[in-house]
């Protein structure tokens, strides 16, 4: 089953993480990376939050098309089947921060419906299915993929809270500043793109 | 002819003054992602539209059957069903536009514009104005993917729906094909949009302190 090594799995987990990060290689998960704005302590419990929910949804995604939707020859449902588990997933999700968790959960209780909808959980659940990752493997990506969904997300809150004192112009208030400070970020990140693994 | 000036003024709400991803922020992941060219921006918003619609159409006509608290999962497995026939529809009729979109295709499915139309218009308004406003939003997505990608394409290829428009000596800007020049160009777009916003809101006031003044 594991037909990859050690080495090999850290190897796509860095790349997952740096060189083909999810916001800014891919794009996946941009709108809440844009319309959120917070500092970068709640951004990174956010980040935490989804993580958990990629990193789940990619093995539980992966264990229904595999065990469920592959026999019954049913793959072109994988779409709403895929939803559903995650729907599922962050409904529960939800309940545990509640109980465990409440000062995070009450800081956090606006975004969480959006994580569920968040691109780059049904992204990172599709992906693994399109490139025949094993189980192993699907989750390894999940994880490192999330990891960089939360590093993006920490370092533009910190770039975010420096933007908050500058004067614009009118026209280049929040919204479109924001935007551009994405791109100079997304133009740094690119810098890694020459890293072939 | 009052109901035919309704439709219209939803139709440019829709496009202009609450246009879902250049005001509202609605969408923002398939704007950036696919707008590297014309075609598959006209193809994302057509797809985006006609899943619209038809959700809208279906939760509205539900809406006296689903139990509020299990809304949102309910909105999710209808949107997701629509977006299923989708897809499988445009991978056997234009499978070239398919495979071009990618996973951005199946993605529909967590387009928010889609979900916030359904949750906050389909399930409380009529069918027929649900189908409008389905229509309307769908037409202002597809025209900020038009905005977005017509910059794009034409500067980060230098072609326009394949047609080469600078002749062969261009060096196009790469940049412009790069997730960097997706958040550029849509936060130029945007700027422009917020200066054509505060515009007529200073000339509104300043029509109002002349009337106030006669």
């Known amino acids: 089953m594991i037909s990859l090594s050690f080495s090999q799995t850290l190897m796509l987990m860095f790349s997952a993480i740096i060189v083909e990060n999810l916001i800014f290689s891919k794009l996946y998960g941009a709108s809440p990376f844009i319309k959120v704005s917070e500092t970068p302590i709640t951004a990174l419990g956010m980040g935490i939050v989804t993580s958990v929910a990629i990193t789940l949804s990619s093995a539980l995604t992966w264990i229904v098309y595999h065990l469920i939707l592959e026999p019954l020859g049913l793959e072109h449902l994988k779409t709403m089947a895929f939803i559903l588990v995650i729907v599922a997933l962050v409904q529960l999700l939800e309940m545990l921060l509640r109980r465990f968790t409440p000062s995070l959960y009450s800081s956090l209780r606006t975004y969480t419906p959006f994580i569920a909808t968040n691109c780059a959980v049904l992204g990172c659940a599709l992906l693994n299915i399109q490139n025949n990752y094993n189980f192993i493997r699907s989750v390894c990506y999940g994880f490192a993929a999330s990891i960089g969904f939360t590093l993006a997300i920490v370092i533009f809150a910190g770039v975010r809270a420096r933007i908050e004192f ?16 994405a791109a100079l970020l997304a133009m740094a990140f690119s810098g890694f793109s020459g890293i072939k693994l | 002819m009052s109901k035919n000036n309704g439709f219209i003024t939803q139709l440019k709400n829709g496009i202009f003054d609450n246009n879902p991803t250049l005001i509202q922020l609605l969408g923002l992941c398939p ?47 209808i949107i997701s069903g629509l977006v299923t026939a989708a897809e499988m529809l445009m991978k056997s009729f234009f499978f070239d536009l398919y495979t071009s979109l990618g996973l951005f295709v199946p993605l529909i499915a967590v387009n928010c514009i889609i979900l916030e139309g359904a949750d906050s218009f389909a399930s409380k308004n009529k069918v027929i104005t649900s189908a409008i ?65 505060y515009a007529k809101e200073d000339r509104e006031k300043s029509k109002g302190r002349e009337e106030e003044r006669v």
């Open chain 2, 31 to 77: 704007a950036l992602a696919i707008t590297t060219s014309l075609s598959n921006a006209i193809g994302m918003g057509v797809a985006t539209t006609a899943v619209l619609i038809c959700s809208n159409i279906l939760i509205s006509l539900l809406r006296k059957f689903i139990p509020s608290k299990v809304r949102i999962y309910t909105f999710v497995i």
């Open chain 1, 166 to 181: 500058a004067t614009p112009p009118r026209a280049f208030k929040e919204f479109p500043l924001t935007l551009i400070a």
């Open chain 2, 133 to 197: 406003d389905g229509l309307s939003m769908g037409l202002g997505f597809t025209v900020a993917l038009i905005a977005v990608s017509i910059i794009r394409e034409l500067l980060g290829t230098g072609t326009i729906l394949g047609f080469s428009v600078f002749g062969a000596s261009y060096r196009p800007a790469i940049l412009f094909t790069l997730p960097a020049g997706a958040f550029l160009t849509l936060g130029l777009i945007a700027a422009v949009v917020q200066k054509a916003r």
